[in-house]
């Protein structure tokens, strides 16, 4: 995703990663288009219902991201949109998602909760094998990460 070369970099290096809106978006784009089949048959698994997801767009705000995307199947698609807090306690993301609007279907912001935390934590796991985290913060436009190479 980030064309850097972490490997080579001493141990007690600092990094600060900034991701905008539309690198955010970008990276999602080529991550959905990458793992199509992965992301529907997840969402088959949670919800009983198999969905195409395509055209994503993420935003960030204050402590906030939001993201909608076109879903459905065949023809028929329609926007889904939710919007979620993310707090760094200093070891680990927590994601809540605050609000979930899919027309036609129904899933409880709690359900939707039990679907990302695995990937996220995924996430800060496979980061954290490599960097401290010093921080995470979001703010309008930009994501941003500081962390000290291990």
Not at 18 to 45: C, G, M, P, R, W
Not at 46 to 72: M, Y
Not at 79 to 88: E, F, P, R
């Amino acid at each position: 995703m980030f064309n850097l070369d972490f490997e080579k970099m001493p141990s007690g290096s600092n990094i600060q990663i900034l991701l905008t809106d539309q690198e955010a978006t970008k990276y999602a784009e080529e991550y959905l288009n990458k793992h199509k089949e992965e992301v529907k048959e997840l969402i088959s698994q949670k919800i009983k219902i198999g969905l195409d997801v395509s055209e994503p767009k993420i935003s960030f705000d204050q402590d906030e991201i939001s993201l909608s995307a076109r879903v459905g199947k065949s023809l028929i698609k329609t926007t889904a949109k939710a919007t979620a807090s993310v707090i760094w306690d200093g070891s680990k993301a927590h994601v809540n998602i605050k609000t979930l609007d899919i027309p036609v279907i129904k899933i409880e912001a709690d359900k939707a909760n039990g679907i990302i935390q695995q990937p996220v934590h995924s996430f800060i796991e496979q980061l954290q094998k490599d960097f401290i985290i010093k921080s995470f913060k979001l703010q309008k436009g930009i994501a941003s990460v500081d962390a000290v190479k291990k």
